[in-house]
């Protein structure tokens, strides 16, 4: 019997998924790279925040932006420059060939690399916590859920469509994501509250998913701080993030559609070098 | 009745420079007719630059012809993607696929995903291959830490793995020892004898291996078909002339022989390091032999070794083309 084209694609996802999730154990160093060395980062910001004497919550603040860092770089690193990667050592020729929706490939990189990256953020919050001596006070659990969930989709969506169009910039691509790291860092207000920017700044940082999903999640777990340092109502911030799920989710299908039928009429997805 | 495997109609695609200046135009396949029935083992046979992968891309729905029709198991390469797709797969030579920190059967189960298998008639399927190609006792090996000719065969399973009806080989036993040669070949003819139906259209420009394996072979160069027949009845093509090997001490003058009369083509290798010229000749009159000695002395070389062959592959290429290979 043959399955439905949903399981076809079901299983596509759990097979693109099943690298990353396997890398994590199998390339120990990452605690090393992607865990102490992002802290040390955190504690710099710790420390000014303590020489300050700033509010205790601003260190609270530095770490969930710290752990936020990680599904950044997974973006800009394992997902946007990725496509160009599996280009140059074949697989894309392969991925493309295969009788299931592309985006099943990409949603594969994107649960393998959240669920990847989801552990990383996850120990840089517990040493952080555990490091510093911050209390983190979670107010409600269920939209703590709704708005991390909502970032992620909007975020691994953002990924999957920048994973087509780096396919345009080629070798250009490892200048895009540095060219997209520190300012983005800086936007989007991960080492404080991005309300401090202004809220021009603060709206157009917005379309990064990242900016609005860390600003909803520092007021949840300071919710006493909530309407001094947060930018927008919690329940605002995760129906615009809804939106931006929707948003780059269609527009990753366009530029995936875009981009193999550029390929296939240029032979630049197929041909190395290109 | 089933339709044929693949069948092409004036198959026509330029390659156009992204800018100008870099250059023109570049006519990879120019009106190819093919037709492959179900159930062939189908050689494409040219030299590098041939039009082979192209052809290739274009039938595994990689490529848009610039021109013309091309159809696999029935279904339109440019509307029908969607059905070709389930049904071929591809393997190419030098592949580097997959990734290096998965095992060998992680990999392979990867791919099979792709495809849609259930995990446990992929895996089942799997072993049976790493065992037919000797690669069991590496299964749970790294694919980085494999040596070539082991990735190639992993490649090729990966091909396999997935069950096609009809699947292209591009040049799989590039660079491979003969022992893992060897393997591929006789897994390759054995898949299409025992299969039902089960379609290869492989690219080489090894002659001895499009010799032994292919029922048919089309000869490629410059995006064109030259001929198409039997490896038999393409050497028939030269039966009626001679065909000869020549050893020589290094000859600087080579195209004297040209107007020697009785030479149909001939081809030279020069091998700089052991001072000596190679040459190949198709002849349309044996008795050209005694000029076409006296013309190389007369240049001032020795003659090291002369013999006269049997016609292959290469020789109706040499015919057909009027170059040899490399």
Same mark, same amino acid.
């Given at each position: 019997m043959t399955d439905s084209w949903v399981v076809m694609n079901l299983r596509a996802i759990k097979g693109r998924a099943y690298p990353r999730v396997i890398g994590s154990t199998r390339e120990p160093s990452w605690v090393f790279f992607e865990v102490a060395l992002p802290l040390l980062t955190v504690a710099a910001y710790a420390y000014i925040y303590k020489f300050m004497n700033a509010p205790a919550e601003f260190v609270g603040y530095v770490i969930l932006g710290g752990a936020m860092t990680a599904f950044w770089l997974n973006i800009l690193w394992a997902m946007a420059s990725q496509f160009y990667w599996e280009k140059e050592i074949g697989n894309l020729s392969l991925f493309l060939m295969a009788p299931i929706s592309r985006m099943s490939i990409l949603a594969g990189m994107a649960v393998g690399g959240l669920l990847a990256t989801t552990l990383r953020a996850t120990t840089t919050i517990v040493i952080g916590t555990v490091v510093f001596a911050i209390t983190l006070n979670l107010s409600d659990p269920a939209m703590l859920v709704v708005v991390f969930f909502l970032t992620m989709v909007s975020l691994y969506g953002m990924?999957?469509?920048f994973a087509s169009l780096y396919l345009l910039f080629g070798r250009e691509a490892y200048h895009m994501s540095n060219l997209m790291s520190e300012p983005v860092y800086l936007v989007s207000g991960f080492y404080f509250p991005v309300? #401090?920017? *202004?809220?021009?700044? #603060? #709206? *157009? #940082?917005?379309?990064?998913p990242i900016t609005l999903g860390l600003d909803a999640l520092r007021q949840l777990f300071y919710p006493s701080t909530s309407g001094k340092d947060g930018f927008l109502p919690v329940e605002i911030e995760a129906l615009v993030l809804a939106g931006l799920c929707v948003f780059f989710l269609i527009l990753s299908k366009y530029c995936l559609d875009y981009m193999e039928m550029l390929g296939k009429r240029t032979g630049r997805l197929t041909l190395r070098w290109q | 009745m089933k339709a044929a495997a693949v069948e092409t109609k004036s198959l026509t695609r330029?390659?156009?420079?992204?800018?100008?200046?870099? %250059?023109k135009s570049v006519t990879a396949l120019e009106n190819v007719d093919l037709r492959i029935d179900r159930g062939e083992l189908f050689g494409l046979l040219g030299p590098n630059g041939a039009g082979k992968t192209t052809l290739l891309k274009i039938l595994s729905t990689l490529l848009l012809q610039t021109s013309g029709k091309a159809y696999v198991a029935g279904f339109d390469v440019e509307t029908q993607y969607h059905e070709i797709r389930k049904r071929i797969n591809m393997v190419s %030579? %030098?592949?580097i696929s997959g990734y290096g920190l998965l095992t060998v059967k992680e990999n392979l189960w990867m791919f099979t995903q792709f495809y849609g298998i259930k995990s446990s008639v992929a895996l089942q399927r799997i072993d049976e291959l790493l065992v037919r190609f000797g690669l069991l006792d590496k299964k749970d090996e790294k694919v980085? /830490? !494999?040596?070539t000719g082991q990735r190639q065969k992993m490649n090729v399973i990966r091909g396999f793995a997935t069950d096609p009806e009809i699947i292209f080989l591009d040049e799989p036993t590039l660079g491979l020892d003969v022992n893992a040669s060897r393997t591929i070949r006789d897994y390759i003819l054995e898949w299409v004898r025992e299969g039902e139906n089960k379609t290869v259209l492989l690219t080489t420009h090894y002659m001895a291996e499009a010799d032994q394996l292919c029922g048919r072979i089309a000869i490629i160069d410059d995006g064109r078909i !030259?001929?198409?027949? /039997?490896?038999?009845n393409l050497k028939k093509l030269v039966r009626t002339s001679t065909t000869l090997k020549l050893d020589t001490t290094f000859l600087n003058n080579k195209q004297v022989l040209n107007s020697v009369k009785g030479v149909e083509k001939f081809t030279y290798t020069d091998d700089a390091e052991r001072n000596m010229t190679s040459l190949r000749f198709v002849l349309d009159d044996e008795a050209a032999v005694s000029d076409i000695v006296s013309e190389i002395v007369a240049n001032g070389a020795r003659i090291l070794g002369l013999r006269k062959t049997e016609p292959t592959l290469e020789d109706v290429f040499?015919? !057909?083309? %009027?170059?040899?290979?490399?």
């Amino acid at each position: 019997m043959t399955d439905s084209w949903v399981v076809m694609n079901l299983r596509a996802i759990k097979g693109r998924a099943y690298p990353r999730v396997i890398g994590s154990t199998r390339e120990p160093s990452w605690v090393f790279f992607e865990v102490a060395l992002p802290l040390l980062t955190v504690a710099a910001y710790a420390y000014i925040y303590k020489f300050m004497n700033a509010p205790a919550e601003f260190v609270g603040y530095v770490i969930l932006g710290g752990a936020m860092t990680a599904f950044w770089l997974n973006i800009l690193w394992a997902m946007a420059s990725q496509f160009y990667w599996e280009k140059e050592i074949g697989n894309l020729s392969l991925f493309l060939m295969a009788p299931i929706s592309r985006m099943s490939i990409l949603a594969g990189m994107a649960v393998g690399g959240l669920l990847a990256t989801t552990l990383r953020a996850t120990t840089t919050i517990v040493i952080g916590t555990v490091v510093f001596a911050i209390t983190l006070n979670l107010s409600d659990p269920a939209m703590l859920v709704v708005v991390f969930f909502l970032t992620m989709v909007s975020l691994y969506g953002m990924g999957m469509m920048f994973a087509s169009l780096y396919l345009l910039f080629g070798r250009e691509a490892y200048h895009m994501s540095n060219l997209m790291s520190e300012p983005v860092y800086l936007v989007s207000g991960f080492y404080f509250p991005v309300k #401090a920017l *202004g809220a021009f700044v #603060a #709206a *157009g #940082a917005s379309v990064i998913p990242i900016t609005l999903g860390l600003d909803a999640l520092r007021q949840l777990f300071y919710p006493s701080t909530s309407g001094k340092d947060g930018f927008l109502p919690v329940e605002i911030e995760a129906l615009v993030l809804a939106g931006l799920c929707v948003f780059f989710l269609i527009l990753s299908k366009y530029c995936l559609d875009y981009m193999e039928m550029l390929g296939k009429r240029t032979g630049r997805l197929t041909l190395r070098w290109q | 009745m089933k339709a044929a495997a693949v069948e092409t109609k004036s198959l026509t695609r330029v390659f156009h420079p992204k800018k100008k200046k870099e %250059g023109k135009s570049v006519t990879a396949l120019e009106n190819v007719d093919l037709r492959i029935d179900r159930g062939e083992l189908f050689g494409l046979l040219g030299p590098n630059g041939a039009g082979k992968t192209t052809l290739l891309k274009i039938l595994s729905t990689l490529l848009l012809q610039t021109s013309g029709k091309a159809y696999v198991a029935g279904f339109d390469v440019e509307t029908q993607y969607h059905e070709i797709r389930k049904r071929i797969n591809m393997v190419s %030579g %030098g592949e580097i696929s997959g990734y290096g920190l998965l095992t060998v059967k992680e990999n392979l189960w990867m791919f099979t995903q792709f495809y849609g298998i259930k995990s446990s008639v992929a895996l089942q399927r799997i072993d049976e291959l790493l065992v037919r190609f000797g690669l069991l006792d590496k299964k749970d090996e790294k694919v980085r /830490t !494999l040596s070539t000719g082991q990735r190639q065969k992993m490649n090729v399973i990966r091909g396999f793995a997935t069950d096609p009806e009809i699947i292209f080989l591009d040049e799989p036993t590039l660079g491979l020892d003969v022992n893992a040669s060897r393997t591929i070949r006789d897994y390759i003819l054995e898949w299409v004898r025992e299969g039902e139906n089960k379609t290869v259209l492989l690219t080489t420009h090894y002659m001895a291996e499009a010799d032994q394996l292919c029922g048919r072979i089309a000869i490629i160069d410059d995006g064109r078909i !030259l001929a198409c027949d /039997t490896p038999e009845n393409l050497k028939k093509l030269v039966r009626t002339s001679t065909t000869l090997k020549l050893d020589t001490t290094f000859l600087n003058n080579k195209q004297v022989l040209n107007s020697v009369k009785g030479v149909e083509k001939f081809t030279y290798t020069d091998d700089a390091e052991r001072n000596m010229t190679s040459l190949r000749f198709v002849l349309d009159d044996e008795a050209a032999v005694s000029d076409i000695v006296s013309e190389i002395v007369a240049n001032g070389a020795r003659i090291l070794g002369l013999r006269k062959t049997e016609p292959t592959l290469e020789d109706v290429f040499i015919k !057909l083309v %009027g170059k040899g290979f490399e």
